[in-house]
């Protein structure tokens, strides 16, 4: 139960830093130069993809 | 605002990408895993340091580790999480963090931060430590000090010198305090204990292990596990028990008294002494293994009457929430005239009894007498020590009495270049006793 305890933490935290990091990144991109907008939409293409990976490969637990 | 050295620790890209934005005008330096954060903490002079809390996919708060580092350093220490579990945020600040934020918001936190940064920095952070915690303004100890803290997060020894009450322990605490380990700072002062009794207090015990053991004890290396074991008065333990801490230190695992099962603990030395250590090695009462592995660091602190200028901060240290007390001329004239033998913990002793008085306002008819009255108390005690007396009841008193001679020869001889003449006529002895003395301990 611990560890399962602590997959769901790790997931709550992942998830909470990603969306965050996408959220600000979202609204930076008004902010930036057209010239650094490729690589901040690459950066989020990346994270939004490892949000994907966690929440599919998080065990809920089965009890 | 003015512009700041600044490192971010932190594994994910897009996050650093955008602290890269955000902190545009400041001189930026980053880092993406532990290993990296603690080596550029190492070298670098960075004022404020973001620090994310999980540095890698399965990382399990690896950021933590990072805490003490940075805070030895003096760096202003912020960590930045996903979540703000209560057992992580005090976790954090236990381990010395300056700023906590959950990620989200940004723009506002790191804003806040900065702000809070510049506004502990107008206060004179950095003074804290030696307003509150080692009370000094002597430059010279403030840079030792410092310059040890550096250290206080590594694994390294430290080896405190310097005469009795100058705050040997007091730094010892401080050093645990940054040093980021989870476990208890344990003190012992060695010369307290008979050998047997000194093998018990350190090692522990299981019940029946001699005479008088009615029930099992923990000794102080498994109380200081994960934690700081401060060896006070280490000149005076015996051959015997240096070899035993001596694989006890080496290996971290060690017998208690009457058990055949080994115990494990992971504590951190600090040791301190006022004695010569490189004559008792020359002499053959100290191992230099044994010293080899107590001196990593080694930290001298000055008596109190070549720091004078920390009496009166001292004074207003001891008598905080107490009475407030105003002295005269000449009496500051005289505390500044006195050598303070016995130190800061002479200096407090007068500062209690000052407080223990009627007055507040204080005259130099007062002082002199304090100061009479606590170097009379002073003396009395030194003519004697707890240790010296077991000794004696372990020992008998003729023993003790070689031993003493012995100590007083030794050091006559070191002080005199190895000269016997000089050693005779300083002493006042027969050549009969000065060469009972070195076939004793040549």
Known sequence: VKDAEKELDRLVHDVNSRCSSLRDAAAMLRKIPSSERAEFLALMTEQARKLADDLAQFKPDPA | ?442
């Open chain 2, 1 to 442: 605002m003015s512009r700041l050295e600044i490192l971010v620790v932190e594994d994910d890209p897009l996050a650093r990408k955008l602290m890269e934005k955000r902190l545009a005008e400041h001189s930026l330096d980053f880092a993406a895993d532990s290993a990296a954060g603690r080596q550029k903490l190492e070298k670098g002079k960075h004022q404020v340091c973001f620090i994310d809390l999980n540095l890698g996919p399965k990382d399990d708060c690896s950021g933590l580790d990072l805490i003490p580092v940075a805070a030895a350093k003096g760096v202003y220490t912020v960590v930045m999480s996903g979540h703000d579990s209560e057992k992580v945020v005090e976790k954090a600040y236990e381990l010395g963090c300056d700023d906590f934020y959950s990620k989200g918001n940004e723009e506002a936190n790191v804003g806040a931060v900065l702000s809070r940064f510049l506004q502990r920095r107008e206060k004179g952070g950095p003074d804290q430590l030696f307003a509150e915690r080692f009370v000094t303004e002597d430059a010279a100890t403030r840079q030792t000090i410092t310059e040890a803290l550096k250290y206080a997060a590594s694994e390294l020894p430290v080896l405190i010198l310097g005469p009795s009450g100058t705050g040997k322990t007091s730094l010892a605490r401080v050093i645990h305090e940054r040093s980021g380990r989870s476990g208890d700072f344990v003190a012992i002062n060695c010369s307290a204990y008979t050998e047997d009794l000194l093998e018990a207090e350190l090692f522990g015990y299981r019940k029946g292990a001699f005479t008088g053991a009615g029930d099992s004890r923990k000794g102080k290396l498994l109380q200081a596990d994960r934690g700081t074991l401060f060896l006070d008065e280490i000149g005076s333990m015996s051959l015997k028990m240096q070899t035993k801490l001596l694989k006890a230190i080496e290996e971290r695992t060690f017998y208690p008294l009457g058990s055949d099962r080994p115990e494990t603990s992971q504590f951190r030395i600090i040791s301190a002494t006022l004695e010569d250590l490189q004559g008792l090695i020359k002499a053959g009462k100290l191992r230099f293994d044994f010293f080899s592995r107590i001196h990593g660091l080694t930290i001298e602190l000055k008596p109190l009457a070549a720091r004078k200028g920390d009496i009166f901060p001292l004074i207003s240290f001891f008598s905080r929430g107490g009475k407030r007390l105003s002295f005269s001329a000449q009496a500051k004239a005289q505390l500044l005239a006195h050598d303070w033998p016995g130190n800061i913990r002479e200096l407090k002793r007068v500062v209690d009894l000052l407080a223990a008085g009627q007055e507040g306002r204080v005259l130099p008819e007062t002082v002199g007498k304090l100061l009479r009255t606590v170097v009379a108390e002073a003396g009395a005690s030194d003519v004697l020590t707890d240790g010296q007396y077991r000794y004696i009841l372990e020992h008998g008193l003729a023993k003790a009495a070689d031993r003493f001679v012995d100590a007083a020869v030794r050091r006559c001889l070191a002080e005199n270049g190895g000269k016997k003449t000089k050693v005779l006529s300083a002493l006042g002895i027969s050549t009969r006793l000065l060469y009972a003395s070195l076939k004793r301990a040549p």
